[in-house]
């Protein structure tokens, strides 16, 4: 439960009061129909500005076109299961092309609410829903726009964090892994690659709804952030986990065969361990700028430690028994490459700041 979602929760509270509140106000039939406006502040109650006046374009939208088969079928025949049928199913065809979003099911139903509920009174019972939504979606809208629209940046800076983490996480447990007896007697790096993906796709989420978050959104020219930046920062690490994840598939070769067999030199070990340990800890320091720095200074010096190394050896073995060390050096390579270019970022933006 984050603060933000108490929020959002207490705003879709008080909505839907007012809502409530105002419904018996409205003149006409409308005031026969009451409960649509509740329903109506509850659809307009998304975390962002932005999907609020989506969510509520597209939920008056089905609601029009619902209301319109179900007056064709007034209008034209009288309702019957075969009549009712055919705009029902008419009402969900058009569901399906995805025009209306997550409230495309509410064209179906509300077709059957207008021919079934409404009845004989069908005409009023469709202007007063619709006025009873859209009263509540106005309510709903006004009361996100007016009560502290939400800003989601800071939930990408922990997802970011979080994700530096795991993946320094990982690394390190590959580090330790190769540094014990060989085979190593733990696995759990092994299948731990699998959810590198699950969190990186958690990041981009909340990458995208901070994006959205900003947008027509009075508070964002107070609270400025560089989108971009952010979406700079999680394809380099998406990058980064698409090398750790190679990197976790060579050893996992090398130690079981799967999914492909490869042979690890036993005396590149001690090196491939601190080469990986070094790059674990440029992604666990990197809140530090001069922490960060050093550790991935180290990194590069470990990198090149190894890859000479692996060229003071390929004299000695076959390309065969090299292939996976320098398969995992040229990953790690490619890994410091993408932190050094943020890294590099970073120091332009601090240096233009103190100009």
């Known amino acids: 439960m984050t603060r933000t979602r108490i929020m959002q929760a207490a705003k879709t509270g008080l909505a839907?009061?007012?809502?409530?509140?105002?419904?018996?106000?409205?003149?006409?039939?409308?005031?026969?129909?009451?409960?649509?406006?509740?329903?109506?502040?509850?659809?307009?109650m998304y975390p962002t500005l932005m999907g609020s006046m989506k969510n509520a374009a597209q939920t008056l939208g089905s609601l029009a076109v619902a209301i319109a088969l179900a007056g064709a079928v007034i209008i034209f025949s009288s309702p019957s299961v075969l009549t009712m049928s055919l705009a029902v199913g008419l009402g969900a065809l058009i569901a399906a092309t995805g025009w209306f979003g997550a409230n495309r099911e509410y064209i179906p139903v509300t077709v059957l609410f207008v021919l079934i509920i409404g009845g004989p009174d069908a005409d009023d019972y469709?202007?007063?829903?619709?006025?009873?939504?859209?009263?509540?979606?106005?309510?709903?809208?006004?009361?996100?726009?007016?009560?502290?629209?939400?800003?989601?940046?800071?939930?990408?800076?922990?997802?970011?964090?979080?994700?530096?983490?795991?993946?320094?996480?990982?690394?390190?447990?590959?580090?330790?892994?190769?540094?014990?007896?060989w085979p190593p007697e733990r696995d759990g790096w092994a299948s731990a690659k699998d959810s590198l993906v699950a969190v990186s796709r958690q990041v981009r989420e909340a990458v995208l709804l901070a994006d959205e978050s900003r947008k027509a959104n009075p508070r964002a020219r107070r609270y400025r952030r560089d989108v971009k930046a952010d979406y700079d920062e999680l394809a380099a690490l998406e990058n980064v986990t698409f090398h750790v994840r190679d990197i976790t598939d060579v050893l996992t070769g090398a130690v079981w065969g799967t999914p492909i067999k490869v042979q690890l030199r036993p005396e590149l070990r001690p090196?491939?361990?601190?080469?990986?340990?070094?790059?674990?800890?440029?992604?666990?320091?990197?809140?530090?700028?001069?922490?960060?720095?050093?550790?991935?200074?180290?990194?590069?010096?470990?990198?090149?430690?190894?890859?000479?190394?692996?060229?003071?050896?390929?004299?000695?073995?076959?390309?065969?028994?090299?292939?996976a060390s320098a398969a995992i050096s040229m990953d790690l390579a490619r890994i410091l490459a993408a932190l050094n270019e943020r890294i590099e970022h970073a120091q332009a933006l601090n240096a233009e700041a103190a100009e």
């Open 126 to 181: 469709s202007l007063g829903y619709l006025e009873q939504a859209t009263l509540g979606i106005v309510v709903g809208l006004l009361v996100n726009l007016l009560i502290f629209p939400a800003l989601t940046h800071n939930a990408v800076d922990q997802q970011l964090s979080n994700f530096r983490r795991v993946l320094a996480d990982h690394l390190a447990d590959i580090a330790e892994a190769l540094a014990e007896s």
């Open 271 to 323: 090196a491939l361990s601190e080469a990986l340990a070094a790059t674990a800890a440029v992604l666990r320091d990197w809140n530090s700028e001069d922490a960060r720095s050093a550790s991935h200074s180290a990194a590069t010096d470990a990198l090149a430690a190894l890859t000479a190394e692996i060229d003071d050896r390929k004299d000695t073995a076959s390309a065969t028994t090299m292939g």
């Open 16 to 44: 839907v009061a007012i809502a409530w509140m105002l419904a018996p106000y409205l003149p006409g039939v409308a005031d026969n129909y009451p409960y649509y406006a509740p329903l109506g502040a509850i659809v307009a």
